[in-house]
């Protein structure tokens, strides 16, 4: 962990309860096209450096860029999604600035002239009395490429220092786009959790849509996070910019932190510097980088290698016809199915298990069962093998040929447990786990009964109960027949043949 | 024999490859020879690829001889500006940055060059990065104008017309983005033509300012120039402002040669004062020819063409500016500075302190100023206003007339170091060219006589509406033809 010189922060609550936080922010996707933004080179991720590169991602001279029809399909989708206007007719523009990852020495943007404008996401926030919806407004959402990749030798790993530094290419020129949010106001405490609410169904859509696979580990989703506070009825204060917030938690403990450490300083009579801050995930905390004041000016202008884009009104109508459901409406719709409360939604929101659940009970699993095998026995392996839900080896049919097994009596909850064991080991199919472990239950009633037999024979004084009056003594010589098959025995089926078998019922 | 070559046409030679009564090889060494020759006193050429050149020509024969039917141009050799990128060749851009570089692809167009046969001789001299009018501004020395070595071959594509003067060359290719075909094919005597902004590819063209450039062919006829238009013109899906249009018949246009009915019109606003005098009684002249020859001769006024100049030199800085930024040490060419301590800033900035000239710093400096933030809605902006008013008086004048033509230039060929200290007397010489870039329009400047006072080569620019490129083929083989009536020979024997 890095040692740095920490500010004085304020407490959260002390923060909240002189000053009202607003905040921005200014999502990239990665687009999941399988060429560039201007060339055909491929986009896949982990490929040797500058080995996906041609004369246009590189820059060279005399070469120019051609837009890619599917980047613009998918921004005009993703500006639908968030309820944005398509506009009839926008441009390309250059932002100029030097940079080593920048074979071009500008980034072809977007500036004035975005494709999409207006829009708005409702975003669901958890709070402690359930579940509120706030309303982000959208600013725009606008096309731009991705740059290379640096990589410092020596010098902490930042250029300012380094030995020297090698540049990778094969990012530079993959299509991003870039959401920016209205600034976002009243939400005071709840701020934070808005930010990541936020972002966290901002994925959901783009892997609704299918437009980008949003992995913030590999960089396809980065956020910047604007933070200001000021006291209410007053003017919004100075906002400092936080980059390198790249997973939900951060969005959270980024925005969380500056409230405290600008809270502090404001406290203080001090004033806040308009800055961009860099976000670090080992200990949440955010130092600046680069001061608004030596900014650079990006002289942007229209891109005049590119022709303006002009959505097909038609074209942009049969996209909005075939936009999939949105997440939110889904999860809402699915929560009626279910029957369930919000309490229960939420678990299952968190758990990342909405679809899996859904596809679960589409193969035939009531919900109840479905949801309790995913955010319980799944999750717990996922957990504890650090992997996703989705990445399981399971699949939503092989929980229903479980299932089907449960309520056949076949199995019980704890061989159906086993069975999912030696799934999600690979071992094969449900069948071929119970046929290998041996894990079937034993459904044959004449084998039952001579279990039976013995252990009513080895337990006089319990059956003497039982015959008394006392029913729930039966789990004793029912744990004793259960022992006897090891497990494999219905212990429904154990009780009523015993409670026949002594004529009690 | 030899000579006779030299001198041929371009359209001469190949009917004379096509009938067998050449072979390309011979073609392609004559003119080699002629480079060794003269160039070392001119200086089109900033390489030859002799090579190259012979190992297309005798792929031509060999072809030839297995019966195979050949482009039209097949086996006749052709120069290249070094603004265009070629496999196997440096391209340099007339630019120390650049030194050296050799470039894995070929421009659209040289690659249309390769498929047509053409043996490519070399790649000729430019003002660094095109940015000038004499080609003095090459960081590999000067050009000189085949009429008067003590004068200069016009600029930026000085050394595609001085080869051309000089009978190095059947054929070349250049680039105009403010004048740079057809001011230099002005002032060496020869034919130039700026195409229609779209229709030809830029793609592998070094970008200097992106909605002004555009390439085109050098020749020393009309019809040469018609055909070479064709090998390279067409719609480029690399290049997102090509034009889809079907190239057009202009060998057909330029056989035509009949102006009979044709309307032409004179811009007011690019003739009389500050023209110099003999070029202005050629172009008179030239007037009366055409009318002799059936036009109808009308006046038109362009107002707006007074701004051109000032919103030329915002719109190509601003865009120059940009387009340059990449020549940064990081990738490729010149790298200066990089001792181990210094830091990335530090060695992009010292390598483009010494990379670049001083023009190019000066129209840096220009355009960086031109786009800041506070300034581009005073500078770029209105530039851009005005470039709306110069193509209205281009509509406008199109109404009235076919074609319009002008003088190319004000003046005749300066002498070598008569203008480097004063840039604005250097940018006036575009005076007239400069709207056609602005607009987008097609032009072509050919020779209409020698100016009585100093007996240098006069030019006439006639310019057609947007994707009527074959008019100027029209009206300028009409006025050709009856030039090399008038003056019993033809006009590039003035050469020594
Ligand atoms: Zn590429």
């Given at each position: 962990?890095?040692?740095r010189?920490?500010?004085?922060?304020?407490?959260?609550s002390?923060?909240l309860a002189t000053y009202?936080?607003?905040?921005?922010?200014?999502?990239?996707?990665?687009?999941?096209?399988?060429?560039?933004?201007?060339?055909g080179?491929?986009?896949t991720?982990?490929g040797?450096?500058?080995?996906?590169?041609?004369?246009?991602?590189?820059g060279?001279p005399g070469?120019?860029?051609?837009?890619n029809r599917?980047?613009?399909e998918?921004?005009?989708?993703?500006?639908?999604?968030?309820?944005?206007t398509?506009v009839?007719w926008?441009?390309?523009?250059?932002?100029n600035y030097?940079?080593?990852?920048m074979?071009?020495d500008?980034?072809?943007?977007?500036?004035?002239?975005?494709i999409?404008v207006d829009?708005?996401?409702?975003?669901?926030v958890?709070?402690d009395?359930?579940v509120?919806t706030?309303?982000?407004?959208?600013?725009r959402?606008?096309?731009?490429?991705?740059?290379g990749k640096?990589?410092?030798?020596?010098?902490a790993?930042?250029?300012q220092?380094?030995?020297?530094s090698?540049v990778?290419?094969?990012?530079?020129?993959i299509?991003?786009?870039?959401?920016?949010?209205?600034p976002?106001?009243?939400?005071g405490?709840?701020a934070p959790?808005v930010?990541?609410?936020?972002?966290?169904?901002?994925?959901?859509?783009?892997?609704?849509?299918?437009?980008?696979?949003v992995?913030?580990?590999e960089?396809?989703?980065r956020?910047?996070?604007?933070l200001?506070?000021?006291?209410?009825?007053e003017?919004?204060?100075?906002?400092?910019?936080t980059k390198?917030?790249?997973?939900?938690r951060?969005?959270?403990r980024?925005?969380?932190y500056e409230?405290r450490?600008?809270?502090?300083?404001l406290g203080?009579?001090?004033?806040i510097k308009?800055e961009?801050?860099?976000f670090?995930e080992?200990?949440?905390?955010?130092?600046?980088?680069?001061?608004k004041?030596?900014a650079?000016?990006?002289?942007?202008?229209?891109e005049p290698?590119l022709?303006?884009?002009?959505?097909d009104?038609?074209?942009?109508?049969?996209?909005r016809?075939?936009l999939p459901?949105?997440p939110?409406?889904?999860?809402?719709?699915?929560?009626?199915?279910w029957?369930i409360?919000d309490h229960?939604m939420?678990?299952?929101?968190?758990?990342?298990?909405?679809?899996?659940?859904?596809?679960?009970?589409?193969?035939?699993?009531d919900?109840?069962?479905?949801?309790k095998?995913?955010?319980?026995e799944?999750?717990r392996?996922?957990n504890?093998?650090d992997?996703?839900l989705?990445?399981?080896?399971?699949?939503?049919?092989q929980?229903?040929d479980?299932?089907?097994?449960?309520?056949?009596g076949?199995?019980?909850?704890?061989l159906a447990?086993q069975?999912?064991e030696?799934?999600?080991?690979g071992?094969?199919?449900?069948s071929?786990?119970?046929?290998?472990?041996?894990?079937?239950?034993?459904?044959?009633?004449?084998?039952?009964?001579?279990?039976?037999?013995?252990?009513?024979?080895a337990?006089?004084d319990?059956?003497?109960?039982?015959?008394?009056?006392?029913v729930?003594?039966?789990?004793?010589i029912?744990?004793?027949v259960?022992?006897?098959?090891?497990?494999?025995?219905?212990a429904?089926?154990?009780r009523?043949?015993?409670?026949?078998?002594?004529?009690?019922? | 024999?030899?000579a006779?070559?030299?001198?041929?046409?371009?359209?001469?030679?190949?009917?004379?490859?096509?009938g067998?009564?050449?072979t390309?090889?011979?073609v392609?060494?004559?003119?080699?020879?002629?480079?060794?020759?003269?160039?070392?006193q001119?200086h089109?050429?900033?390489?030859?690829?002799?090579?190259?050149?012979?190992?297309?020509?005798?792929e031509?024969?060999?072809?030839?001889?297995?019966?195979e039917n050949?482009?039209?141009?097949?086996?006749?050799?052709?120069?290249?500006?070094?603004?265009?990128?070629?496999?196997?060749?440096?391209t340099?851009?007339?630019?120390?940055?650049l030194d050296?570089?050799?470039?894995?692809?070929?421009?659209?167009?040289?690659?249309?060059?390769?498929?047509?046969?053409?043996?490519?001789?070399?790649?000729?001299?430019?003002?660094?990065?095109?940015?000038?009018?004499s080609?003095?501004?090459?960081?590999y020395g000067p050009?000189?104008?085949?009429?008067?070595?003590?004068?200069?071959?016009?600029?930026?594509g000085?050394?595609?017309?001085?080869?051309?003067?000089?009978?190095?060359?059947p054929?070349?290719?250049?680039?105009?983005?403010?004048?740079?075909?057809?001011?230099?094919?002005?002032?060496?005597?020869?034919?130039?033509?700026?195409?229609t902004?779209?229709?030809?590819?830029?793609?592998g063209l070094?970008?200097?300012?992106?909605?002004?450039?555009?390439?085109?062919?050098?020749?020393r006829?009309v019809?040469?120039?018609a055909?070479?238009?064709?090998?390279i013109a067409?719609?480029d899906?690399?290049d997102?402002?090509?034009?889809?249009?079907?190239?057009?018949?202009?060998?057909?246009?330029?056989?035509?040669?009949?102006v009979?009915g044709?309307?032409?019109g004179?811009?007011?606003?690019?003739?009389?004062?500050?023209?110099q005098?003999?070029?202005?009684?050629?172009?008179?002249?030239?007037?009366?020819?055409?009318?002799?020859?059936?036009?109808?001769i009308?006046e038109?006024?362009?107002p707006?063409?007074s701004?051109?100049?000032?919103?030329?030199?915002?719109?190509l800085?601003?865009?120059?500016?940009?387009n340059?930024?990449?020549?940064?040490?990081m990738?490729?060419?010149?790298?200066?500075?990089?001792d181990?301590i210094?830091?990335v800033?530090q060695?992009?900035?010292?390598t483009r302190?010494?990379?670049?000239?001083?023009?190019?710093k000066?129209r840096?400096m220009?355009?960086?100023?031109a786009l800041?933030?506070?300034?581009?809605?005073?500078?770029?902006?209105?530039?851009?206003?005005v470039?709306?008013?110069?193509?209205?008086?281009?509509?406008?004048a199109f109404?009235?007339?076919?074609?319009l033509?002008?003088?190319?230039?004000?003046t005749?060929?300066?002498?070598?170091?008569?203008?480097?200290?004063d840039?604005l007397?250097?940018?006036?010489?575009?005076?007239?060219?400069?709207p056609?870039?602005?607009?987008g329009?097609?032009?072509?400047?050919?020779?209409v006589?020698?100016?009585?006072?100093?007996?240098?080569?006069?030019?006439?620019?006639?310019i057609?509406?947007?994707?009527?490129?074959?008019?100027l083929?029209?009206?300028?083989?009409?006025?050709?033809?009856?030039?090399?009536?008038?003056?019993?020979?033809?006009?590039?024997?003035?050469?020594?």
């Open positions: 962990m890095n040692t010189t920490q500010p004085k922060l304020a407490r959260l002390d923060a009202e936080p607003v905040i921005g922010l200014e999502v990239h996707v990665e687009l999941g096209t399988n060429t560039k933004m201007f060339c080179c491929p986009t991720f982990g040797s450096p500058n080995s996906q590169v041609c004369p246009v991602c590189l060279l070469s120019l860029p051609v837009v599917t980047a613009i998918s921004t005009i989708r993703m500006g639908l999604a968030l309820n944005c398509i009839p926008c441009r390309f523009a250059r932002k030097f940079y080593p990852d074979p071009k500008y980034q072809i943007s977007q500036y004035d002239e975005p999409c829009g708005y996401l409702d975003v669901d958890p709070t009395d359930g509120t706030v309303r982000v407004e959208i600013e959402v606008h096309m731009e490429e991705d740059t640096l990589t410092h030798a020596g010098g790993g930042r250029i220092g380094a030995d020297y090698l990778d290419y094969n990012r530079a020129g299509p991003l786009v870039e959401i920016v949010t209205k976002v106001t009243g939400t405490g709840l959790a930010g990541r609410a936020y972002v966290s169904e901002l994925r959901d859509i783009m892997r609704t849509l299918g437009v980008s696979d992995r913030m580990e960089g396809s989703l956020c910047d996070a604007n200001s506070l000021s006291r209410s009825g003017p919004w204060g100075t906002r400092t910019e390198n917030v790249n997973s939900l951060s969005v959270e980024a925005l969380t409230i450490r600008q809270a502090a300083i203080a009579g001090g004033s308009q961009t801050r860099h670090h080992d200990d949440g905390t955010t130092t600046p980088g680069r001061s004041e030596e650079e000016d990006y002289r942007y202008f229209p290698d022709m303006p884009v002009a959505p009104p038609a074209w942009v109508e049969e996209l016809a075939t459901e949105p939110s409406v889904r999860r809402k719709r699915l929560q009626q199915e029957g409360s229960d939420q678990s299952v929101i968190n758990a990342g298990a909405v679809e899996l659940v859904e596809l679960t009970v589409a193969a035939g699993v919900q109840a069962s479905a949801r095998w995913w955010l319980g799944f999750s392996h996922a504890e093998n992997m996703e989705t990445d399981l080896a399971v699949t939503p049919a929980i229903a479980v299932e089907s097994l449960i309520v056949e076949t199995l019980n909850d704890k447990r069975v999912f030696g799934v999600l080991a071992e094969g199919e449900p071929d786990v119970i046929k290998k472990r041996g894990l079937a239950l034993v459904s044959d009633d004449s084998a039952l009964v001579g279990a039976i037999d013995e252990a009513i024979a337990m006089p319990v059956v003497d109960k039982i015959k008394g009056g006392k729930q003594a039966a789990g004793a029912i744990g004793q259960m022992k006897a098959t090891r497990g494999q025995a219905d429904a089926r154990v009523e043949l015993l409670l026949e078998k002594l004529e009690v019922s | 024999m030899s006779d070559v030299l001198r041929m046409s371009a359209a001469s030679l190949a009917a004379a490859l096509a067998k009564q050449i390309a090889e011979e392609t060494r004559v003119f080699l020879e002629r480079i060794r020759d003269v160039d070392p001119i089109a050429f900033l390489r030859i690829d002799e090579e190259g050149a012979l190992a297309t020509a005798r031509v024969d060999r072809r030839r001889d297995g019966g050949l482009p039209r141009l097949a086996g006749v050799p052709v120069a290249v500006k070094d603004v265009m990128t070629t496999v196997g060749m440096p340099t851009v007339g630019s120390a940055i050296g570089w050799e470039p894995p692809y070929d421009a659209t167009i040289v690659a249309k060059l390769r498929d047509n046969l053409m043996p490519i001789l070399g790649k000729t001299n430019m003002d660094e990065f095109a940015m000038g009018s080609t003095e501004h090459s960081a050009t000189r104008n085949p009429w008067d070595t003590d004068r200069i071959p016009g600029g930026s000085g050394g595609s017309a001085a080869a051309l003067a000089a009978l190095e060359v054929l070349a290719l250049g680039t105009d983005t403010g004048g740079s075909i057809r001011q230099p094919a002005a002032v060496t005597g020869t034919v130039g033509v700026k195409p902004y779209g229709s030809v590819s830029r793609y070094v970008a200097l300012a992106s909605s002004l450039d555009q390439a085109g062919p050098c020749a006829t019809m040469d120039a055909m070479l238009h064709e090998v067409g719609h899906p690399r997102s402002t090509s034009l889809p249009d079907p190239v057009p018949d202009f060998v057909g246009a330029a056989r035509r040669a009949d009979g044709v309307r032409i004179i811009i007011s606003e690019l003739t009389g004062d500050g023209y005098a003999g070029v202005m009684q050629r172009f008179t002249e030239a007037v009366e020819t055409y009318r002799g020859l059936g036009a109808d009308v038109v006024s362009c707006n063409f701004y051109a100049l000032a919103a030329y030199y915002l719109i800085p601003s865009e120059a500016s940009s340059l930024a990449k020549f940064d040490a990738r490729y060419g010149l790298r200066v500075g990089d181990g210094a830091t800033e060695v992009m900035a010292r302190d010494a990379g670049f000239g001083a023009e190019v000066r840096i220009l355009g960086t100023y800041s933030s506070g300034y581009y809605d005073e500078y770029y902006g209105q530039a851009q206003k470039r709306t008013l110069v193509q209205q008086d281009f509509d406008a109404e009235q007339c076919d074609v033509i002008s003088p190319t230039c004000p005749t060929a300066f002498r070598l170091g008569e203008k480097l200290e840039p007397a250097m940018y006036l010489n575009d005076i007239a060219t400069i056609v870039n602005l607009a329009n097609a032009a072509l400047s050919l020779p006589g020698l100016a009585p006072e100093d007996g240098l080569p006069v030019g006439l620019q006639i057609a509406p947007h994707r009527q490129d074959q008019r083929y029209n009206a300028g083989a009409a006025l050709e033809a009856a030039l090399e009536d008038q003056w019993d020979r033809p006009f590039i024997e003035g050469l020594q």
